[in-house]
């Protein structure tokens, strides 16, 4: 069954924003589980880019630090990704994750592998 399912993606030019939404579904809720957005540029091993846990609180990369905010709506079951100021370097395969929220997810919640259910993608092209 479907469980998470990114859209949003698409292409802009550098200095433009976009929003990601990930729609939660099944078992995954974003009220009680950690989540998270990870991209994968060309060539490159997927990374972290933000995350949330429960309560709300986002941890960020230092690359994307004041200019991109995840947040969530409950109600919704959906979790989101507001990126302003978007620079070449974020062209990437988006994607969004979810995970129990332990402890030992807090101490590296950014590394892809304290995820373990993900949704396919969506792609993000940022032109010069």
């Known amino acids: 069954q479907v469980q998470l399912v990114e859209s949003g993606g698409g292409s802009v030019q550098a200095g433009g924003s976009l929003r990601l939404s990930c729609a939660a579904s099944g078992h995954i809720v974003t009220r009680t589980h950690c989540m998270g957005w990870f991209r994968q540029p060309p060539g490159k091993p997927r990374e972290g880019v933000a995350t949330?846990?429960?309560?709300?609180?986002?941890f960020y990369a230092d690359s994307v630090e004041g200019r991109f905010t995840i947040s969530k709506d409950n109600a919704k079951n959906t979790l989101y990704l507001q990126m302003n100021r978007l620079e070449p370097v974020d062209t990437a395969m988006y994607y969004c994750a979810a995970a129990t929220c332990t402890p030992g997810w807090y101490i590296s919640s950014l590394n892809p592998l304290k995820s373990d259910t993900w949704g396919q993608g969506t792609q993000v092209t940022v032109s010069s």
């Open positions: 949330i846990d429960a309560g709300g609180r986002g």
